[in-house]
């Protein structure tokens, strides 16, 4: 009987287990957001895809999504760090090197430009800068400012913490879509 379930499934299921492993350790993972700092784009318990090569090849943007290792995380348990299960975050890139970013009136704006964000939660209620983001740095913000642990509250986040970018929301189905 084993012989039979091996000659007709067992290849296949180890060949999809192996592609899977390959998926996730090189191209790209799934995510369950945690935190309610990226509402409205991304609702608590939404299930995303994130890719982990093309950001690489062709670089990252301002607007985009990314999945990080924050800054002041303390040292993550090997295993789960192995399995990939870090307390990782997820924010939007508002500003890349060079920019000059501020916040005041409930509008944050880079280079002296308010940016159109339709995505955010509310306005902001607070001020910060005008700051300049450093070279190898991206300042990121959740798009619930007033509830988002990011750049405002820690600093630069260093180019190198950046593990994936978010793509593609797949759970809940009445939301699917690609990420902007």
């Not at 939404?46 to 999945?67: M, N, P, Q, S, W």
């Not at 964000?117 to 983001?133: L, T």
């Not at 988002?148 to 593609?168: M, P, Q, T």
Request: proline share 7%; no cysteine; charged share 25%.
């Amino acid at each position: 009987m084993l012989k039979r379930f091996w000659d007709s499934w067992g290849k296949e299921l180890v060949a999809a287990v192996i592609l899977a492993v390959i998926i996730r350790v090189g191209l790209a993972e799934s995510r369950v957001v945690p935190t309610p700092s990226m509402v409205p784009t991304v609702q608590v318990g939404d299930r995303i895809l994130a890719e982990k090569i093309f950001f690489k090849l062709f670089g990252l943007h301002r607007g985009d999504i990314i999945v990080f290792n924050p800054p002041f995380a303390p040292e993550a348990n090997p295993i789960t760090k192995m399995i990939g299960l870090e307390d990782d975050y997820l924010k939007r890139i508002i500003g890349m090197a060079g920019d000059t970013i501020e916040v005041r009136d409930g509008k944050v704006y880079r280079n002296g430009v308010a940016l159109d964000e339709p995505y955010i939660m509310e306005p902001m209620n607070y001020v910060y800068g005008p700051v300049k983001v450093p070279e190898g740095k991206l300042f990121v913000m959740g798009d619930n400012r007033n509830n988002s642990n990011d750049s405002h509250a820690w600093g630069f986040l260093d180019v190198k913490e950046v593990r994936s970018r978010a793509i593609f929301r797949f759970w809940p189905l009445n939301r699917i879509g690609i990420l902007h």
